[in-house]
Nanobody, 127 residues
Framework: QVQLVESGGGLVQAGASLRLSCVASGRTSSSYAMGWFRQAPGKEREFVGGISWNGDNTDYTESVKGRFSISWDNAKNTYYLQMTSLKPEDTALYLC????????????????????WGRGTQVTVSS
């Protein structure tokens, strides 16, 4: 079992930056790949970015490439989503997710591939 808690969301103006955190607890000694998703009201949950268990690979949805980046602090069991040049269309509830994997290099893009989820942190970008 892994528990995930997100933080760092808020209300910002377009062009601003935010860094979201996802603290993992529980069986974090196992091999887990991580992902960030977002969900806006009335819309489906959308893949934002993910990182492989070995940390060597990341992948992002096209709309955030060059603006968002994922990193991992092993000592703190914390994943980060650094968001820059935020746009109003980035407004959503941001959730982190984890899944156990034997493939150290794989990044998972589908929400159905993840077993553990946090409750999310709200990001609102005003124009």
């Amino acid at each position: 079992q892994v528990q995930l808690v997100e933080s760092g969301g808020g209300l910002v103006q377009a062009g601003a930056s935010l860094r979201l955190s996802c603290v993992a607890s529980g069986r974090t000694s196992s091999s887990y790949a991580m992902g960030w998703f977002r969900q806006a009201p009335g819309k489906e949950r959308e893949f934002v970015g993910g990182i492989s268990w070995n940390g060597d690979n990341t992948d992002y949805t096209e709309s955030v490439k060059g603006r968002f980046s994922i990193s991992w602090d092993n000592a703190k069991n914390t994943y980060y989503l650094q968001m820059t040049s935020l746009k109003p269309e980035d407004t959503a509830l941001y959730l982190c997710a984890a899944r156990h994997t034997y493939n150290g290099a794989n990044v998972y893009r589908r929400s159905s591939e993840y077993l553990y989820w946090g409750r999310g942190t709200q990001v609102t970008v005003s124009s």
